[in-house]
T-cell receptor, first 114, second 115 residues
């Protein structure tokens, strides 16, 4: 069973601050990781994916992956009230009988206050 | 609209009744997934298909749940003899297996309330 753990939050930051969201996983062989954003009552939408160790930046978002320590993080710079949502960490099973399945954490609720 | 569509968006039923949800994936996608999500939890895997073949069904899923994708296009998820614990959002997602991202595209979900 591939476990994905997220700091449960909720996380509250002021507008303009950096929001840091963390995720750890149990399967050392996992290769592909995703961050989804989910607004209340809506379906998840992909923000970023990351495969390689290190940082990946896309606008205000930076994903960080450390396979040796088995954690993935998402940094949101210059946080905006519109970033208020639940952020889901997910890993893609890329081998074995569960190939292609996406495993989700329970999500971290972020609130950005003006 | 060329995204994933689900129907109905909301369903209220009485305990013991059967319900069926439909999902139309993005047309060129070969994989289709069903997830269930309850409040405060991440999506929980139920089952998935590659074309018309059902590749895996969660061991957590009782025999009351069945899913089909008869022609490799749309899919249905049926819940027989519904229970209050079945109340949840049922999410369908599709992907193009073999693409470079493995991204799942989600529909808006079908919310089930069992009274």
């Amino acid at each position: 069973q591939k476990e994905v753990e997220q700091n449960s939050g909720p996380l509250s930051v002021p507008e303009g601050a950096i929001a840091s969201l963390n995720c750890t996983y149990s399967d050392r062989g996992s290769q592909s990781f995703f961050w989804y954003r989910q607004y209340s009552g809506k379906s998840p939408e992909l923000i970023m994916f990351i495969y390689s160790n290190g940082d990946k930046e896309d606008g205000r978002f930076t994903a960080q992956l450390n396979k040796a320590s088995q954690y993935v993080s998402l940094l949101i710079r210059d946080s905006q009230p519109s970033d208020s949502a639940t952020y889901l960490c997910a890993l893609l099973a890329d081998r074995g009988s569960t190939l292609g399945r996406l495993y989700f954490g329970r999500g971290t609720q972020l609130t950005v206050w003006p | 609209d060329t995204g994933v569509s689900q129907d109905p968006r909301h369903k209220i039923t009485k305990r013991g009744q059967n319900v069926t949800f439909r999902c139309d994936p993005i047309s060129e996608h070969n994989r289709l997934y069903w997830y269930r999500q309850t409040l405060g939890q991440g999506p929980e895997f139920l089952t998935y298909f590659q074309n018309e073949a059902q590749l895996e069904k969660s061991r957590l899923l009782s025999d009351r749940f069945s899913a089909e994708r008869p022609k490799g296009s749309f899919s249905t998820l049926e819940i027989q003899r519904t229970e209050q614990g079945d109340s949840a959002m049922y999410l369908c997602a599709s992907s193009l297996w073999g693409s470079n991202t493995g991204e799942l595209f989600f529909g808006e979900g079908s919310r089930l309330t069992v009274l």
